[in-house]
C-alpha cells in the first residue's frame, strides 16, 4: 500500500464543530445537511432534529421548504422508526413535483437541474427509475460537450448514476467523467467548479467531487484522492470547519467527502 504523505485533516474536530453547528442554528433547512453527513458518521440525528421539529415544519403537501431540504430530512425520516410516516408523506410529495422531463429542480417553478437530481437519487435511490436516469445522462452529456463544463455537476452525475445501479461498464459517459474530473484537480489538491477558476480550490467543490469520485472507487487514483485530503488538511480552519461562504454547507460536504476519502484511503 501506497503511503499516505499529506497531513489528515483533524476529523474529531470537524465533528464537534459540526454537530455543534447543527443543534443551535435556527432553520432546520440549514441544519438538515449537516445532520444528515453526521448520522451517517455515527452521530444520532434525534439528538440534532427532534421528531417535533419535523413534525412542525413539515408541511401539510408532505414536503418542506424545497427538493433539497426535503430530500435531506427524508433521508434522516427513513433511518427512525418513529419518523416513516413523514418520509413516506415526503415521498410522496417529490413524485408529484417531478417534472414531465423526469429531473427535479430546487423547486416545482425551476427547472430540473442536475445537482438537485443527482443528489435526490443517491440519497433517495427509491425514486430513480430509467427515466430519471436517462434525463441525468442526456443533460450531463449537453454539459460535458459544453465550452464550460463544471466539476460539481460530473460528481452529481456519478453520485446519481451509481445509487440507480448503473455500471461502468453500462455507461461510457462514466469513465469519460472519471478522466475529466481526475484532470479538474488543481495544483494544490483541490477542486473549484473548473480547474484555476479565478475563486480556486474551494471546500464545496472538493467535497462534492471527493464524492463523485469515490462512487466508483475502481476507477479512482489513490493520488488524486490523497492530494484532495491534503488540501482539506491545509485550509481546515482552527475550529475544524473550512472556510465558504455558506459555512455549514461548504463544511458539510467537506466533511462528507473526507469521511469517505478517508474509508478509502484505510482500505
Given at each position: 500500500?501506497?503511503?499516505?504523505?499529506?497531513?489528515?485533516?483533524?476529523l474529531s474536530l470537524a465533528t464537534m464543530a459540526l454537530i455543534k453547528w447543527a443543534k443551535y442554528a435556527p432553520e432546520i433547512g440549514r441544519r438538515a445537511l449537516p445532520a444528515y453527513v453526521l448520522?451517517?458518521?455515527?452521530?444520532?440525528?434525534?439528538?440534532?432534529?427532534?421528531?417535533?421539529?419535523?413534525?412542525?415544519?413539515?408541511?401539510?403537501?408532505?414536503?418542506?421548504?424545497?427538493?433539497?431540504?426535503?430530500?435531506?430530512?427524508?433521508?434522516?425520516?427513513?433511518?427512525?422508526?418513529?419518523?416513516?410516516?413523514?418520509?413516506?408523506?415526503?415521498?410522496?410529495?417529490?413524485?408529484?413535483?417531478?417534472?414531465?422531463?423526469?429531473?427535479?429542480?430546487?423547486?416545482?417553478?425551476?427547472?430540473?437541474?442536475?445537482?438537485?437530481?443527482?443528489?435526490?437519487?443517491?440519497?433517495?435511490?427509491?425514486?430513480?427509475?430509467?427515466?430519471?436516469?436517462?434525463?441525468?445522462?442526456?443533460?450531463?452529456?449537453?454539459?460535458?460537450?459544453?465550452?464550460?463544463?463544471?466539476?460539481?455537476?460530473?460528481?452529481?452525475?456519478?453520485?446519481?448514476?451509481?445509487?440507480?445501479?448503473?455500471?461502468?461498464?453500462?455507461?461510457?459517459?462514466?469513465?469519460?467523467?472519471?478522466?475529466?474530473?481526475?484532470?479538474?484537480?488543481?495544483?494544490?489538491?483541490?477542486?473549484?467548479?473548473?480547474?484555476?477558476?479565478?475563486?480556486?480550490?474551494?471546500?464545496?467543490?472538493?467535497?462534492?467531487?471527493?464524492?463523485?469520485?469515490?462512487?466508483?472507487?475502481?476507477?479512482?487514483?489513490?493520488?488524486?484522492?490523497?492530494?484532495?485530503?491534503?488540501?482539506?488538511?491545509?485550509?481546515?480552519?482552527?475550529?475544524?470547519?473550512?472556510?465558504?461562504?455558506?459555512?455549514?454547507?461548504?463544511?458539510?460536504?467537506?466533511?462528507?467527502?473526507?469521511?469517505?476519502?478517508?474509508?478509502?484511503?484505510?482500505?
Amino acid at each position: 500500500m501506497m503511503k499516505f504523505t499529506h497531513k489528515y485533516p483533524e476529523l474529531s474536530l470537524a465533528t464537534m464543530a459540526l454537530i455543534k453547528w447543527a443543534k443551535y442554528a435556527p432553520e432546520i433547512g440549514r441544519r438538515a445537511l449537516p445532520a444528515y453527513v453526521l448520522c451517517r458518521n455515527g452521530t444520532q440525528s434525534e439528538s440534532l432534529i427532534s421528531e417535533q421539529e419535523i413534525r412542525e415544519s413539515q408541511h401539510s403537501d408532505g414536503g418542506w421548504c424545497n427538493v433539497n431540504e426535503t430530500v435531506l430530512l427524508s433521508a434522516i425520516c427513513r433511518s427512525r422508526s418513529s419518523t416513516k410516516g413523514y418520509y413516506l408523506a415526503a415521498l410522496n410529495w417529490l413524485r408529484k413535483i417531478r417534472h414531465e422531463d423526469a429531473g427535479w429542480g430546487v423547486t416545482n417553478r425551476d427547472i430540473s437541474r442536475i445537482p438537485v437530481t443527482g443528489l435526490l437519487l443517491h440519497l433517495l435511490p427509491e425514486l430513480s427509475g430509467p427515466k430519471a436516469i436517462n434525463w441525468l445522462k442526456s443533460e450531463w452529456r449537453k454539459d460535458f460537450s459544453s465550452d464550460t463544463k463544471l466539476s460539481y455537476k460530473g460528481a452529481f452525475f456519478l453520485l446519481g448514476l451509481k445509487a440507480s445501479g448503473v455500471s461502468v461498464n453500462d455507461c461510457p459517459l462514466i469513465s469519460e467523467t472519471y478522466s475529466f474530473l481526475k484532470n479538474e484537480q488543481n495544483d494544490d489538491g483541490g477542486f473549484g467548479p473548473w480547474r484555476d477558476h479565478p475563486i480556486g480550490s474551494e471546500p464545496w467543490s472538493t467535497g462534492v467531487v471527493l464524492l463523485g469520485l469515490l462512487a466508483y472507487p475502481e476507477l479512482t487514483k489513490r493520488k488524486v484522492i490523497e492530494d484532495a485530503v491534503g488540501w482539506l488538511a491545509k485550509n481546515q480552519l482552527p475550529n475544524g470547519l473550512w472556510p465558504y461562504h455558506y459555512i455549514d454547507e461548504g463544511s458539510a460536504y467537506a466533511y462528507w467527502g473526507l469521511v469517505e476519502a478517508l474509508k478509502y484511503l484505510k482500505r
